[in-house]
């Protein structure tokens, strides 16, 4: 299978359950490349119902059509970094060689693959993780635990019928349906940290999640622009490199933060992903 997970803003979120509006974005998932862009094309446009879709109205930054872009020959000169830490850490031998079979693919198809070549400020990020407990520790982010409240709260708000309207009142059911079969599968442990923030305007823990988002975004675009860019900086050169090759869905916090696309694909046979963070083109 070949998903595409979108820059946030190319597809209209209207009707989709939130996680966090910062970084929540629909894609297609298709069983070939040639499927998933054609059903992107589809899918991808201006919505009046979703401000972050906007973009959009500039021509030229969405298309109705991104089967125009499929190349068989899009590897050839193509440059991809394999960052190893921490995304191989814990490895067993046949995990590794998956890897290392997909590069070998790549290299065949005339891909120029530095393997390892880490995010140079990697360490920043790994030390920035995502918060799951309240009060939230000072060395994480707070981005999705707030928008697990604040949006969802707003989604139900818009769903005047529903017969919860509150993540308090998701908890409250969970809670009288404790059975794994029927509701609480992973527990909801982060459900009852985020709703203890204060979503407020001016509150304490609105100015701490406006203060995480953007060190989300200074960590996670910094370290990307920085193989994007190369070494020199500078984007546009030859030491650029055109994708970010990550195993499994491990990789999927950079790009997801930095709101960039991502690619996933899935043998269906092996259950075992691999995914492509790559620089923002059109789409």
């Not at 406006?210 to 060190?215: F, I, K, P, S, T």
């Not at 050169?237 to 694909?265: E, H, M, V």
Request: glycine share 8%; charged share 20%; proline share 8%.
């Amino acid at each position: 299978m070949v998903g595409i997970k979108t820059t946030v803003g190319l597809v209209s979120r209207t009707g989709i359950l939130p996680i966090t509006a910062d970084q929540d974005t629909p894609g297609p998932i298709a069983r070939t490349v040639a499927d998933a862009a054609a059903l992107l094309g589809v899918i991808a446009g201006y919505d009046a119902d979703d401000p972050a879709t906007a973009p959009c109205l500039t021509p030229g930054t969405c298309f109705s059509d991104y089967t125009k872009y499929l190349n068989k020959n899009a590897l050839k000169k193509a440059r991809i970094a394999v960052p190893h830490v921490p995304y191989w850490n814990g490895f067993n031998e046949a995990q590794a060689k998956l890897m290392n079979d997909a590069i070998a693919v790549l290299r065949a198809q005339g891909a120029y693959v530095e393997d390892p070549y880490e995010i140079p400020n990697q360490a920043a990020i790994s030390a920035f993780g995502i918060c799951a407990s309240y009060p939230p520790p000072a060395t994480c982010s707070t981005v999705l635990m707030y928008g697990q409240k604040h949006d969802l709260n707003a989604y139900m708000l818009g769903r005047p019928g529903a017969p919860v309207h509150t993540l308090t009142d998701i908890i409250n059911f969970n809670a009288a349906y404790p059975d794994p079969s029927i509701a609480l599968k992973y527990g909801q442990a982060i459900f009852l940290a985020a709703d203890q923030l204060d979503v407020t305007p001016g509150s304490a823990d609105t100015a701490r999640y406006q203060a995480d988002r953007a060190q989300d975004l200074l960590l996670t675009r910094t370290g990307l622009d920085a193989v994007f860019d190369g070494p020199d900086g500078i984007a546009g050169t030859a030491d650029d490199f055109d994708a970010i090759l990550f195993p499994q869905n491990r990789g999927a916090a950079a790009p997801g933060k930095a709101g960039t696309p991502a690619s996933s694909c899935r043998a269906v046979s092996s259950h075992r992903p691999r995914r492509f963070s790559s620089r923002s083109r059109p789409g």
